[in-house]
């Protein structure tokens, strides 16, 4: 079973401040979506990373595959109230089998 | 956003009763899943189908039974609730166009309290 550990698991910060978060595996992953998670919402996606050591910028957020596949980084610059909110990292095996592995997710405040 | 309705929203049962939980899309994605969420846990595969009639068992599935007859729904049922199953349950769909990704889109989620 492949896994993907999230750290820190929660992260309480003030608006302003920079934060990154982390999704680690021991195994390669064809590709890797994080999620933002909101309160009595279900999960919405906000990026794929497919390429070793690409990064993706959404905005204020900036996303890294690592080169060998096996690990993903969030950073979040200047965050804001509205970043607060469950972030969840999921890969997919090589191989196409449609069964993303999801972290437990990685529980962010931002507060006023 | 796509267009993905979970109904119910919220639901009180008592332990031993049935209960059916619906996923309806209008996407005309192949591929549904059902997956809980509990803390500690996180999001935990259930059942999931990738065709009309083709659905397969995921990491929980232990009390959970699943029939998929059209493309747009994909329905759960728990034969025999218990209070172990209290949770959130979220619906996901999935299509991908080069096999490669694996983008779900989450409904809003069905709160589930067996009492």
């Known amino acids: 079973t492949q896994l993907l550990e999230q750290s820190p698991q929660f992260l309480s910060i003030q608006e302003g401040e920079n934060l990154t978060v982390y999704c680690n595996s021991s195994?390669?992953?064809?590709?890797l979506q994080w999620y933002r998670q909101e309160p009595g919402e279900g999960p919405v996606l906000l990026v794929t990373v497919v390429t070793g050591g690409e990064v993706k910028k959404l905005k204020r957020l900036t996303f890294q595959f690592g080169d060998a596949r096996k690990d993903s980084s969030l950073h979040i610059t200047a965050a804001q109230p509205g970043d607060t909110g469950l972030y969840l990292c999921a890969g997919e095996s090589p191989g196409g089998s449609y069964i993303p592995t999801f972290g437990r997710g990685t529980s962010l405040i931002v507060h006023p | 956003d796509a267009g993905i309705t979970q109904s119910p929203r919220h639901k009180v049962t008592e332990t031993g009763t049935p209960v059916t939980l619906r996923c309806h899309q209008t996407e005309n994605h192949r591929y549904m899943y059902w997956y809980r969420q509990d803390p500690g846990h996180g999001l935990r595969l259930i059942h999931y189908s990738y065709g009309v009639k083709d659905t397969d068992k995921g990491e929980v599935s232990d009390g959970y039974s699943v029939s998929r007859s059209k493309t747009e729904d994909f329905l759960l049922t728990l034969e025999s609730a218990t209070s172990s199953q209290t949770s959130v349950y979220f619906c996901a769909i999935s299509e991908s166009m080069t096999g490669e990704y694996n983008e779900q889109f989450f409904g809003p989620g069905t709160r589930l309290t067996v009492l």
């Open positions: 195994s390669v992953f064809s590709s």
